[in-house]
């Protein structure tokens, strides 16, 4: 399988320690999300997978992080999904991997949202309130992953009435533009907000002449996939975290 755009995740959402272990990316931040704190098979090289697993479970304890494993759905995945199961590891977190092979611009501009070239002390404060982010030593991992972004990003915020309303990013890499992080506050979904950041983004991205996106999506939120669906996204694969129970 081609695991282009796991490669580009990992850049576009940086963990803050990352190890290398015969093809398997152990990614580490504090355990601020499953994205940025799990063992990824990306490449296979030895095929010891239980020696691999018990090495990689050793890591993660050590440094006080629950072990979480990333698995693809890939033949190449097949038979560390089954040894994992066997394990006791659950099953949790079904993910959709979708492409645009054509951005479709915004029709009206980009009226009430604010575009920034990179992380405004602003756009962190907005996604902070967004997610309802207090602990003053989460903020401190978030601002430090967020740093670690080195390719070319577009930063959206919405705001009103000297109110936040909802964030996300893009980040640009091999001719792609990646979302993440899109959200609205929850007392102002319902009103087309979430739409506007994604397109807004988008064509910001095409204007630098990018015409291909991705991004993921739980697979389970429907709203959110129908609205990229009518955006022009397609499913290309699947992914699932397995935890131990």
């Not at 029709?107 to 982010?133: L, Q, V």
């Amino acid at each position: 399988m081609d695991f282009t755009f796991e490669e580009l995740t990992m850049n576009a959402w940086p963990s803050i320690q990352t190890m290398v272990f015969d093809g398997w990316i152990l990614r580490m931040a504090n355990g601020y999300t499953k994205r940025a704190n799990s063992i990824i098979p990306l490449y296979t090289f030895d095929n010891d997978i239980h020696g691999k697993i018990k090495y990689s479970e050793g890591i993660f304890r050590k440094n006080n992080l629950p072990v979480i494993f990333k698995i693809i759905g890939c033949n190449e995945h097949n038979e560390i999904d089954q040894t994992l199961e066997k394990m006791g590891y659950e099953h949790i977190d079904l993910t959709s991997v979708q492409i645009c092979k054509k951005i479709i611009n915004a029709e009206n501009g980009y009226n009430g949202i604010f575009i920034d070239k990179g992380f405004s002390n602003e756009w962190i404060k907005c996604f902070y309130d967004c997610n309802e982010i207090i602990d003053l030593n989460i903020k401190g991992t978030i601002k430090t992953m967020l740093d670690n972004v080195k390719n070319d990003l577009i930063a959206v915020y919405k705001k009103e009435n000297n109110k936040f309303i909802g964030c996300g990013y893009g980040v640009i890499e091999k001719g792609y533009i990646g979302l993440f992080d899109i959200i609205v506050k929850n007392e102002f979904r319902g009103n087309g907000y979430g739409t506007k950041i994604v397109q807004t983004i988008l064509s910001k991205a095409n204007e630098q002449g990018i015409e291909k996106a991705y991004l993921s999506v739980v697979d389970n939120n429907v709203v959110a996939k129908k609205l990229y669906k009518k955006l022009g996204f397609n499913e290309i694969y699947k992914y699932w975290y397995r935890k131990k129970v």
